[in-house]
């Protein structure tokens, strides 16, 4: 931990430059899959990509993948709080007419 | 864990002392960043599921005010907002590799990404203005979805129709080319809103553009305070405070734009895509 020295903590501008190329591609995808019907799969093909657009920022370009443990168990417990917020609050609303 | 002597003299300028040395103190207000960008997911995240909550309840209308606002700007905006992270990062790179002037360069770029998009925002606002779609009455002109005297541009209702209409002589058209009989053509077309039913969801819309305004409202004035927090930095930069060994402040300003950068990153889909009527430009 104590090596852990601030030249090798970030990535390189050639990584950054594949994140966004990614990035890029996926919003391109996301925008076309839009007009096509995909049923119920559509919100679905959406936040799935947009999850994964989000995850890719926080490890790369928030550089959470070269932080320390403190930091990723803040990060992870910040969107698990998140996810209990918006699946707990949704399933109760879904299932009233069950 | 035994650490280096420094005495008063050599340590680095900007360690200040109730910390170690530089590795504890980035660490520290790293995780105090975190800390407030929590709150941040919190407040975010209260809208978010108010919206998909709102969005069950009132789904027919959702559909309708997703489908009229323009995809094309909310995904032009996207790139614009992702570039602008792009540079961000490569700010904070220039912060600890590279000199004084590109790390200003690197910041500017962000700096006219982030005011392009606000641009795109007040452009997209001001349509709304314009076709009526703004909730309430207090700005602007009052909210009017069905097409009242000067907000004929915005009529959902008469869209809805129109929309349904087109459909079916896209499967009427398709049919005889195909050589469908008449009952199967029938059963694939879909039903043509009443007048009644067009006017009700078109009314009940103003509660998605409620929504609307409230989650790109927050997260614009978010982007204004980045850009006066970007301001700052590209001051600090100019006068040479950063460095390998001190860039705190970059890095936890690039977190700020980051998470403003993932919010949208989620708006575009819940607002532009998911509820749209598949299909529809």
């Not at chain 2, 570039?83 to 000199?99: C, E, I, K, L, P």
């Not at chain 2, 925002?121 to 979805?145: L, Q, T, V």
């Not at chain 2, 040479?240 to 690039?254: A, C, I, N, S, V």
Request: one cysteine or more.
């Amino acid at each position: 931990m104590a090596e852990h020295t601030q030249e090798q903590a970030h990535p390189t501008p050639r990584l950054y430059l594949v994140i966004i190329s990614i990035l890029i591609l996926l919003t391109i995808a996301t925008w076309r899959i839009a007009f096509v019907d995909l049923g119920i799969f559509n919100p679905v093909v959406a936040l799935t990509i947009a999850v994964i657009k989000a995850v890719l920022v926080i490890l790369y370009f928030m550089h959470v993948r070269y932080s320390s443990q403190l930091t990723k168990v803040t990060v992870g417990a910040g969107f698990f709080w998140l996810l209990i917020l918006i699946t707990l609050s949704l399933l109760d609303y879904i299932s009233r007419n069950w | 864990m035994v650490t280096s002597e420094t005495s008063t003299t050599e340590h680095h300028p900007a360690l200040v002392h109730h910390f170690d040395d530089m590795e504890q103190q980035k660490e520290a207000s790293t995780f105090g960043m975190w800390v407030f960008l929590l709150t941040e997911i919190m407040m975010f995240g209260g809208l978010f599921a108010a919206y998909l909550i709102y969005r069950l309840k009132f789904y027919p209308a959702f559909v309708a005010g997703s489908t009229s606002i323009s995809v094309s700007w909310g995904f032009a905006n996207t790139l614009v907002l992702l570039g602008s992270s792009f540079t961000m990062a490569m700010a904070v790179w220039a912060a600890q590799n590279r000199s004084r002037k590109q790390q200003v360069m690197w910041l500017i770029f962000t700096m006219i990404l982030g005011a392009a998009f606000l641009g795109v925002k007040a452009k997209e606002y001001y349509d709304k203005y314009e076709e009526c779609h703004i909730p309430g009455s207090f700005i602007g002109k009052p909210f009017n979805a069905t097409g009242g005297p000067g907000c004929e541009k915005g009529n959902i209702a008469e869209e809805m129709q129109e929309r349904a209409r087109k459909t079916n002589e896209e499967i009427e058209r398709e049919g005889k080319a195909k050589g469908w009989d008449e009952k199967k053509i029938a059963d694939k077309k879909v039903a043509v809103p009443s007048d009644a039913y067009a006017v009700q969801t078109a009314k009940r819309t103003e509660i998605f553009f409620s929504f609307y305004f409230a989650m790109t409202g927050l997260h614009a004035f978010h982007m204004v305070i980045g850009l006066g927090l970007l301001s700052w930095l590209t001051l600090r930069a100019s006068r040479g405070e950063f460095d390998g060994q001190y860039f705190t402040p970059m890095e936890l300003g690039g977190l700020y734009w980051h998470f403003v950068d993932i919010v949208w990153i989620f708006l575009f889909p819940l607002l532009y895509l998911i509820s749209r009527h598949s299909g529809a430009h």
